[in-house]
């Protein structure tokens, strides 16, 4: 259910509504924008009804049930959109933010040139695994903490952000100290022991759809994050598994409108992991903004022939420069910043 408090109910009032609400056994997620303070009330459905005398007390609107399955995350909860900052850059707040860097952490000498290239064509925030979820465990598994300590001395000499995935709940606090967002991989876009971890810490958490993942299932699975109370989320599509053998994944362009529409959370896209090869990664960026993403996560590598992973999906430094060019063009074009 969702409480609709009138715009000039007090701190009291509020605070009164989200104590009879406890009493029901719901939880209480106080939602704050400009037109006032909505309280989603979040339970089992036991004791809906009673939920409604809520209505009688002073400061209360109204009450109305919410539809949809993914209560937090939907657009019924929070009408306005939702942006979320990271050091001073705003993310779906009108500006095309740009995350790029290799798949992989691999050593000083790759992760210092790519920083300084992509930070050098104007990308604010660097990625790079230092934890890598491999299809074959016979495959390079990322630095660890090691790669996690090069990415803090990027972020200091570039001054970016820095993105990277977290695989396990027992290395949440461990990435968390080093990272500026946490990513969650496709292939943990299920993992609900991890995504609840992930909702108890304060970072932001770049979350990708997993790749047989429905937009709905892709929703609930950020219900797991949202519902511990982490409410910095950015849902990021990074295609899925289609029938289609000419490209590594598909890139669900639809997902874009379609997740703007039901909630009010920013939407980035991936489009190296979706297209699996460089020479589609721009044309998909160009249509994810035309579609309306809020932003990218794009891999670049130096010297993408011996990249220890996805290097034949990584961007060279001068065609991610060309391409940061365009975008911003395109992003004008748009009425938005890149
Ligand atoms: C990645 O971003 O490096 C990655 C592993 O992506 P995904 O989880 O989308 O496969
Ligand atoms: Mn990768």
Known sequence: MLVIMEEKATPE?????????????YE???????KGVVIGAIGNGRGRHRL???????????VVPISSPYKLASRETKKVKSYLKVNDIEIGNGRVVVMAGPCAVESEEQLMET???????????????AFKPRT????????????LKLLAKARERFRLSVVTE??????VDLVASYADILQIGARNAQNFSLLKEVGCVGKPVLFKRGMMTSVEEFLMSAEYILSEGNGKVILCERGIRTFETSTRNTLDISAVPVLKEKTHLPVIVDPSHAAGDWKYVS??????????????????HPWPERALSDGSQSLKPDRFRKLMNDLRQLARLMGKDA
Request: charged residues 25%; aromatic residues 2%.
């Open 166 to 171: 977290v695989t396990n709940p027992q290395d």
């Open 52 to 62: 409604q005398v809520v209505e009688c007390l002073s400061g209360v609107e109204r």
């Open 115 to 129: 920083a300084g290239a992509v930070s050098e064509a104007g990308a604010s925030i660097l990625r790079g695994g």
């Open 136 to 147: 074959s465990p016979y495959s390079f598994q990322g630095l660890g903490e090691e790669g």
């Open 283 to 300: 044309s998909l960026s160009m249509a994810a903004v035309a579609a309306g993403a809020d932003g990218l996560l794009i891999e670049v």
């Open 28 to 34: 209480c997620h106080r939602i704050e924008d400009e």
């Open 13 to 25: 009032e509020v605070e009164e509504v989200m104590e009879r609400i406890r009493a029901l056994d």
